[in-house]
């Protein structure tokens, strides 16, 4: 399982629009059609993809997974590097949204199952809503910081486009890197008279 590198896909605007294109298709009895897709940090391209056989006339909805190499400045033209995967393989990227594995069909095959589950538990992080200026976090569990601290709750502060976290117990200021693989609840914002 190599990759696969291809030019021309600029034609389509983005490399997600090239490869829905590549899997919207009708071969003899098959017809498939992407319902959707995303690509995740232009490095990983997850889709729903509607298989139906015109024979049986029987559907079924899996997940594929690409992985993506751009590369934009390549001397040979050959911008687009992928390599195709999907969810019976056992691949083991597990960014796919919810809204794409609430569209697949059920699966006997263990692989996908497991693929399946993985992708569902990263979801639950990943689809926490981002904390905005004077939101109050409640992280699930204590954080331990490089000062030897553990804090829990928080206010958020937003300082141009980075998040910085001011401890409610100690008015301490922590940047929390990977925020979206910790469990977190926002419970109100912040108001003067707290203090």
């Not at 911008?79 to 597990?94: A, C, N, V």
Request: proline share 4%; with cysteine; aromatic share 10%.
């Amino acid at each position: 399982m190599g990759w696969t590198f291809v030019g021309g896909y600029k034609a389509q605007k983005t490399p997600k629009l090239y490869l829905d294109e590549q899997f919207t298709c009708k071969r003899d009895n098959i017809a498939q059609t992407v319902l959707a897709s995303t690509l995740h940090k232009r490095r990983e391209y997850y889709a729903a993809v509607c298989s139906h056989d015109k024979q049986t006339k029987r559907s079924r909805i899996f997940a594929v997974v690409y992985l993506i190499k751009l590369m934009p400045s390549a001397s040979d033209g050959l911008y687009l590097g992928y390599k195709d995967m999907d969810e019976t393989m056992g691949p083991y990227h597990y960014n796919c949204p919810s809204k794409i594995l609430n569209m697949l069909s059920p699966t006997e095959n263990e692989s996908a199952k497991e693929w399946r589950a993985k992708c569902r538990e990263n979801s639950k992080l990943t689809d926490q809503p981002t904390p905005k200026h004077d939101d109050i976090v409640k992280f699930a569990a204590p954080i331990k910081f490089n000062n030897g601290r553990e804090e829990q709750i928080f206010r958020t502060l937003k300082d141009g486009r980075t998040l910085i976290f001011k401890s409610l117990k100690t008015d301490l200021l922590y940047k929390i890197k990977s925020l979206k693989q910790r469990e977190y609840t926002i419970s109100g914002r912040y108001s003067r008279e707290r203090t």
